[in-house]
């Protein structure tokens, strides 16, 4: 209840990113309608600030909307336009929270190596017979059975694109209240799910992504391609394999998606995206691929698993991803067709996504509803 009514007041605030700047403070006659809709917010924020505990602000289950939400602001450089509706926000509420709980802490990261963790679902023989050109690995937490169902409705149907084998596999942690035997039908059924035992939880996703990459390296090693995708994300699996067959594409040390630059280290200790100097003294990261999907040639994840030995690890995994990368010696590519790799839409619009390769949604009945309105008959353009 208290995680429902959060979702209400980000919602809310989701709505406010996605409206073009000015258009919230000219319309006298809306003035009513949006004081009203301020103290709405404000009476929300308080409410659910004061009822939830700081360790309840880490375990609510919010993570696909509001997640974007900070992380367009933390770590994309997006247009202004959508910046500077949303800017303060985060921070208001920051200072209403005070610091999460549950924080990672120096230690707990000193043990990220993979092998430290033992599958409980596995599927280790899909890659085996048939190598696949491209593996889509989507982390999603146990309980998600909507994301996963919406998903293979939709972008991950096709086994075969352009006569190349794609697989879609699923990496989970664990998450206490999950029942075990439904996830068990669930993976008789699709062959798709593949479990770790390490606690599912925002703070150990640079786990997660490290689990995926030593999964990768140990049991797909012929794939050619891989991508790490979130399980919000629109995908156009036809364009991003016709990326991936241009000849200027590399077969080795490629790792694309969309850049993020020079970001700063978010030392505000009381952010999702904290990150202390313990963990990484730096103060800015080395250029990285937004974790929303990237994309990268099968000879890295052994090399990620490797390196990440001695690199020490921090919870932002996409930036995690971009320091290994540098102590590689390796950079991140910039896409061919940069403006494919979307974050945000506005509205399913059927001509986009003819065009793009991602997509960042809200909800899995967004994505059923834009990829209804993509595979509907007629022009899309
Ligand atoms: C954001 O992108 C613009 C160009 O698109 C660039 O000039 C600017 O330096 C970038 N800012 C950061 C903080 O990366
Ligand atoms: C998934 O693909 C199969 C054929 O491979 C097709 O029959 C089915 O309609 C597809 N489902 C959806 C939801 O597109
Ligand atoms: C995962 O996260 C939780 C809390 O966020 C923590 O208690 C746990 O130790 C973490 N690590 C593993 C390996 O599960
Ligand atoms: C957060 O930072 C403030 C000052 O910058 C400090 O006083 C406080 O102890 C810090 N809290 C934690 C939990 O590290
Ligand atoms: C790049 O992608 C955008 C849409 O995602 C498309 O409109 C544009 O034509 C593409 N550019 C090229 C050179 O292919």
Redesign the pocket.
């Known amino acids: 209840m208290e995680g429902a009514d959060m979702e209400r007041v980000i919602g809310s605030g989701g709505s406010l990113k996605r409206k073009p700047a000015g258009s919230l403070c000219c319309h006298k006659k809306h003035w009513f309608q949006i004081s009203l809709l301020v103290c709405f917010l404000l009476i929300g924020w308080t409410y659910v600030f004061s009822v939830n505990s700081l360790s309840g602000w880490?375990a609510l289950p919010l993570h696909g909307r509001y997640r974007w939400f900070f992380h367009q602001i933390y770590h994309s450089n997006l247009s202004a336009d959508r910046a500077h509706v949303t800017t303060t926000i985060p921070h208001d509420i920051y200072k209403t929270t005070g610091p999460p709980t549950?924080?990672?802490t120096a230690l707990?990261y000193q043990?990220?190596h993979p092998r430290?963790?033992q599958f409980i679902i596995d599927n280790a023989e899909v890659c085996r017979n048939n190598p696949p050109f491209l593996v889509l690995m989507v982390p999603v937490e146990p309980d998600n059975v909507a994301a996963r169902d919406a998903i293979r409705q939709t972008w991950s149907n096709s086994s075969m694109v352009q006569g190349k084998v794609v697989v879609t596999l699923f990496m989970l942690?664990?998450s206490p209240g999950t029942d075990m035997e439904k996830l068990q039908q669930e993976n008789l059924q699709h062959r798709d799910l593949i479990q770790s035992?390490?606690?599912?939880?925002?703070?150990?996703l640079t786990?997660k992504t490290m689990v995926i990459m030593d999964w990768l390296a140990t049991h797909c090693k012929d794939a050619t391609f891989a991508a790490k995708i979130d399980s919000d994300m629109f995908l156009n699996v036809d364009n991003l394999i016709a990326m991936l067959q241009r000849p200027e594409i590399p077969k080795l040390s490629y790792l694309t998606g969309r850049l993020m630059h020079n970001r700063p280290v978010i030392r505000l200790n009381s952010s999702k995206w904290y990150v202390s100097e313990e963990l990484y003294p730096d103060s800015h990261y080395p250029t990285y691929t937004l974790g929303m999907g990237y994309v990268f040639s099968m000879d890295l994840p052994g090399k990620f698993v490797e390196v990440s030995k001695s690199v020490k690890a921090f919870n932002i995994e996409d930036a995690y991803i971009g320091l290994c990368m540098k102590r590689l010696g390796l950079s991140p590519s910039s896409p061919p067709n940069l403006s494919q790799f979307q974050t945000y839409v506005t509205k399913c619009d059927r001509c986009d996504l003819s065009k793009c390769i991602t997509y960042i949604l809200s909800s899995s009945q967004e994505l059923l509803d834009c990829w209804t309105e993509f595979k509907k008959p007629g022009p899309r353009c």
């Open positions: 880490e549950g924080r990672p707990q043990q990220i430290n963790y942690g664990l035992n390490f606690i599912d939880t925002y703070s150990n786990i």
